[in-house]
């Protein structure tokens, strides 16, 4: 092989392995994402699917009753009082339902938290659709300031059509805060002390 044919490969070679290294950073940078969608999108891993209302249920599905317990949970060191306005609901297939829950910022500082969701048994997440929900957005509460905190969803009549989930009877429905890794910032232009920096 003359010195310009294996100077040609080498070149493409470094090229191939320069693309190839680009390309693995590009995709650890949107895993991250793309795997919450992937869990959005088909309910993998207790994730509820984000979806548009479905047709009303027919047959034996227009009779099935499926009791959604609604949990709430605080990670710590976020001081809110977050909890559901009622235990539990019935809820019809294919049936929009809005669901309360609430939240009070105990502490003395202004607060953002950011929640986080799933759905028990795992294998029931794939048939609940969110349509609109306070988890979508991060949350900012002033001290001692409380809020509702609803969330529309429904449970899809195909569930009656998985042999793993036709009879359950139950589901749970869990949201957990975090605190939001975007710190509760004053006014711009404001200082700490309440002075403005063009007054300086």
Not at 2 to 14: H, P, V
Not at 126 to 140: A, H, L, M, N, R
């Amino acid at each position: 092989m003359s010195k310009t044919n294996l100077k040609t490969r080498n070149l493409r070679t470094g090229v191939l392995i320069g693309v190839g290294i680009v390309g693995m950073i590009g995709l650890s940078f949107a895993s991250v994402p793309l795997y919450q969608l992937f869990c959005q999108i088909t309910g993998y891993g207790g994730t509820p699917r984000i979806g548009e209302v479905v047709a009303e249920a027919t047959g034996e599905a227009a009779e099935k009753v499926i009791t959604v317990t609604l949990d709430a949970n605080v990670v710590p060191p976020l001081k809110w009082d977050f909890r559901a306005r009622v235990d539990a609901m019935d809820v019809g297939l294919g049936q929009e339902v809005l669901a309360f829950y609430s939240a009070k910022n105990e502490s003395t500082e202004p607060v953002v938290g950011t929640a986080t969701y799933n759905v028990l048994p795992v294998k029931a997440a794939t048939y609940v659709s969110k349509i609109d929900c306070f988890c979508f957005t991060e949350q900012k509460l002033e001290p001692g300031q409380e809020i509702p905190m609803p969330v529309s969803f429904y449970i899809d009549p195909e569930i009656m059509d998985d042999p793993d989930t036709r009879y359950l009877e139950h589901i749970v429905l869990s949201y957990t805060f975090h605190p939001s890794h975007k710190a509760a910032s004053v006014d711009d232009g404001q200082r700490d002390d309440g002075t403005d920096e063009t007054d300086s």
